[in-house]
T-cell receptor, first 113, second 116 residues
Framework: KAGVTQTPRYLIKTRGQQVTLSCSPI?????VSWYQQTPGQGLQFLFE???????NKGNFPGRFSGRQFSNSRSEMNVSTLELGDSALYLC????????????FGSGTRLTVV | AQTVTQSQPEMSVQEAETVTLSCTYD???????LFWYKQPPSRQMILVIR??????QNATENRFSVNFQKAAKSFSLKISDSQLGDAAMYFC?????????????FGEGTQLTVNP
């Protein structure tokens, strides 16, 4: 079966712009989580969506937002991009609560210049 | 808040040998899950092994096994008969069952090199 699909794979944006990243979970998975990975801060939790509702949120500014659609696909948006937003953004999905682990996508590499 | 610490930024092992990666965590909870994930250059995080805190028996998946010491809050990963394909960044992760929902808290990672 298809894995977690993230698009695009790479993205270059200018400071001040906004960006939208997409994640399609494994079929049947209703929970989608987003993580930011940087060399300095490591892997940090952004938020989780379950059945179109945000169920959990990490400590990121309001410029980071997300949503989930009825088909469980999720998008995350970053407005007013800053240089420090350059990172690998990983999406992960699970059927329910993740106690058996999450399946991750290959991420979107965002570079802000 | 829970924290996860991996004290070995880099490790290396000879092919066919055994290597152990260390992980410690800090929590006041009694019910939680621990995971080891592998991230190769392809960037995709791959689940290696999972441990439930209320199970005393150490988890095993083929060449991968853990040494789970709940009282010491230690969760090390042993890779036996190392293969070139095991080379990757390995992350230890904690999932609360009580307070912080389904988020994963990751350690800093250990870069494993396998020498032929």
């Amino acid at each position: 079966k298809a894995g977690v699909t993230q698009t695009p794979r790479y993205l270059i944006k200018t400071r001040g712009q906004q960006v939208t990243l997409s994640c399609s979970p494994i079929s049947g998975h209703r929970s989608v989580s987003w993580y930011q990975q940087t060399p300095g801060q490591g892997l940090q939790f952004l938020f989780e969506y379950f059945s179109e509702t945000q169920r959990n949120k990490g400590n990121f500014p309001g410029r980071f937002s997300g949503r989930q659609f009825s088909n469980s696909r999720s998008e995350m948006n970053v407005s007013t991009l800053e240089l420090g937003d350059s990172a690998l953004y990983l999406c992960a999905s699970t059927r329910t609560g993740g106690t058996y682990g999450y399946t991750f996508g290959s991420g979107t590499r965002l570079t802000v210049v | 808040a829970q924290t996860v610490t991996q004290s070995q930024p880099e490790m290396s092992v000879q092919e066919a040998e055994t290597v152990t990666l260390s992980c410690t965590y800090d929590t006041s909870e009694s019910d939680y899950y621990l995971f080891w994930y592998k991230q190769p250059p392809s960037r995709q995080m791959i689940l290696v092994i999972r441990q439930e805190a209320y199970k005393q028996q150490n988890a095993t998946e083929n060449r991968f096994s853990v040494n789970f010491q709940k009282a010491a809050k230690s969760f090390s990963l042993k890779i036996s008969d190392s293969q070139l394909g095991d080379a990757a960044m390995y992350f230890c992760a904690y999932r609360s069952q009580e307070t912080s929902g389904s988020r994963l808290t990751f350690g800093e990672g250990t870069q494993l090199t396998v020498n032929p």
